[in-house]
């Protein structure tokens, strides 16, 4: 049976370590001298939702609308159906379609870092620690981890479809062989950094996404031969290939966790 534990007890946190690498709290860095970190984090928001809220610094913040190729409704002026995009395909990749089309369209390149956030969620960070990432030498920003008491057997537990785990670790051995061994670390140990939320350096952003829509591309033609599914099975992957992501990069990159903050839409 899965936990109800506190993400950040200090013995929690040791278990993470071994798997994720070292890491920092967010408020624990430096917010000192002149921050001049440049950064664009998106918030994706659908149709459904209501306009950002009042408190999201446009500076930093930029409400994307996602799935737009799917609807009249226009929200906001950012949108993932222009250029290259899958937005039409929203309905199985979620917020993530938001993620591709930043990353095949070049959006705010010429910013440090980039991101991604919820409508209905957002960081427990300040715009003051957002200036100042560049200063602390922060490479990764993600949510604290979530706790099970295994991620395979909660991931089928959740979705009931074995066929999904196996097709990616099937395609990571294939395509991205030297991420092979960290897929089975993965899936024995206890923890996933859910919601695909996270600031990167630009540069790893694109590696990120490189390595996540090479695997979600390949899993999505497999079942386009067989069924159109519409059931947002590629937004749970890609919160799984996230994971792995970081864990195989857990000593290359440094990184600090940030809280995440539920918000209750109007």
């Keep these: 049976?899965?936990?109800?534990?506190?993400?950040?007890?200090?013995?929690?946190?040791?278990?993470?370590?071994?798997?994720?690498?070292?890491y920092r709290k967010i408020k624990d860095i430096s917010v000192d001298g002149d921050g001049?970190?440049?950064?664009?984090?998106?918030?994706?928001?659908?149709?459904?939702?209501?306009?950002?809220?009042?408190?999201?610094?446009?500076?930093?913040?930029?409400?994307?609308?996602?799935?737009?190729?799917?609807t009249d409704i226009c929200l906001y002026d950012l949108c993932d159906n222009t250029g290259d995009n899958i937005s039409?395909?929203?309905?199985?990749?979620?917020?993530?379609?938001a993620l591709y089309w930043a990353w095949k369209n070049g959006f705010a390149s010429d910013a440090e870092y980039i991101g991604l956030r919820h409508y209905?969620?957002?960081?427990?960070?300040?715009?003051?620690?957002l200036c100042h990432l560049?200063?602390?030498?922060?490479?990764?920003?993600?949510?604290?981890?979530?706790?099970?008491d295994s991620i395979h057997d909660s991931f089928v537990s959740f979705t009931k479809k074995e066929k999904d785990w196996e097709l990616m670790k099937l395609l990571i051995k294939e395509k991205f062989p030297n991420y092979y061994p960290t897929m089975l670390a993965y899936e024995n140990q206890h923890f996933i950094c859910a919601y695909n939320m996270t600031i990167m350096r630009r540069a790893i952003f694109d590696e990120y996404c490189e390595f996540m829509f090479g695997i979600l591309t390949e899993i999505e033609d497999y079942y386009l031969r067989i069924i159109d599914r519409?059931?947002?099975?590629?937004?749970?992957?890609?919160?799984?290939?996230?994971?792995?992501?970081?864990?195989?990069?857990?000593?290359?990159y440094r990184k600090v966790i940030a809280?995440?903050?539920?918000?209750?839409?109007?």
């Design 1 to 22: 049976m899965d936990q109800e534990i506190d993400p950040f007890a200090e013995d929690v946190m040791e278990q993470y370590e071994k798997s994720y690498g070292k």
């Design 134 to 148: 560049k200063e602390n030498g922060i490479d990764i920003i993600h949510v604290e981890p979530v706790y099970y």
């Design 36 to 70: 001049k970190t440049t950064l664009k984090i998106m918030i994706a928001c659908c149709h459904k939702d209501k306009e950002k809220l009042s408190e999201d610094n446009a500076m930093y913040y930029t409400p994307i609308q996602v799935g737009k190729a799917l």
């Design 120 to 129: 209905r969620r957002k960081f427990d960070i300040t715009d003051e620690q």
């Design 230 to 252: 519409r059931d947002r099975y590629l937004g749970y992957l890609a919160e799984n290939l996230t994971s792995i992501f970081l864990m195989h990069h857990k000593d290359d």
């Design 88 to 97: 039409e395909r929203n309905y199985n990749y979620s917020e993530t379609t």
């Design 259 to 266: 809280k995440l903050i539920p918000l209750v839409a109007w």
